[in-house]
């Protein structure tokens, strides 16, 4: 059975660093595209980019371009989302979806910015 | 890369057939059969309706069906019922990434 299980919600200050995690099993981890999906309060679903871990080449949506990192460790199928300095306007449901198949969601990750 | 063009809503009566559109263009929608639809009700991670343009996953009702015609693809809802009620995002692969729609929000008169 196919599992993205994404790590627990987090609440940070402005400035502060965050990674955030998505463990993936059930199929082969270095094969198939994760990708990363925001989803502000009240708003819409929009794709943040996507990386593939048996390379880790990445793929950056043009507004996320240089406002967070995407990384993978192959040797626990693990992906991972960094800010190094975070924005009130960060501040939202970040999904993790594998595209293995036709694709599987992760459970959501809340990140709350607020000083 | 711009956002997919949803309409803001659509609504049907029970039992009533509806179409929400998904407007793209020749860099994404017109050029690959790659189009999928997600549901997500209030506070729920989306869930996958329709896939590579017109296929269900196993679960989905055959209530949901998609299709494609140049560079629009639809999700037909057909016999509306209560739950259908949610927003609905198509999602079309763009080359070398994926962009989603501006979403649809569907309400059960």
């Known amino acids: 059975e196919v599992q993205v299980v994404q790590s627990g919600a987090e609440v940070k200050k402005p400035g502060e660093a965050l990674k955030i995690s998505c463990k993936a099993s059930g199929y082969s981890f270095t094969n198939y595209w994760i990708g990363w999906v925001r989803q502000m309060p009240g708003k819409g679903l929009e794709w943040m980019g996507i990386?593939?871990?048996?390379?880790?080449?990445?793929r950056y949506s043009p507004s996320f371009q240089g406002q967070v990192t995407m990384s993978a460790d192959k040797s626990i199928s693990t992906a991972y989302l960094h800010w190094s300095s975070l924005k009130a306007s960060d501040t939202a449901m970040y999904y993790c979806v594998s595209l293995y198949a036709s694709g599987n969601w992760g459970q959501g990750t809340l990140v709350t910015v607020s000083s | 890369q711009s956002a997919l063009t949803q309409p803001a809503s659509v609504s049907g009566s029970p039992g009533q057939s509806i179409t929400i559109s998904c407007t793209g263009t020749?860099?994404?929608?017109?050029?690959?059969?790659?189009v999928s639809w997600y549901q997500q009700h209030p506070g729920k991670a989306p869930k996958l309706m329709v896939y590579e343009g017109s296929k269900r996953p196993s679960g989905v009702s055959n209530r949901f069906s998609g299709s494609k015609s140049g560079n629009t693809a639809s999700l037909t809802i057909s016999g509306l019922q209560a739950d259908d009620e949610a927003d609905y995002y198509c999602c079309s692969y763009a080359g070398s990434l994926y962009v989603f729609g501006t979403g649809t929000k569907v309400t059960v008169l």
């Open positions: 990386i593939f871990p048996g390379d880790s080449e990445t």
């Open positions: 020749s860099s994404d929608v017109g050029s690959y059969n790659l």
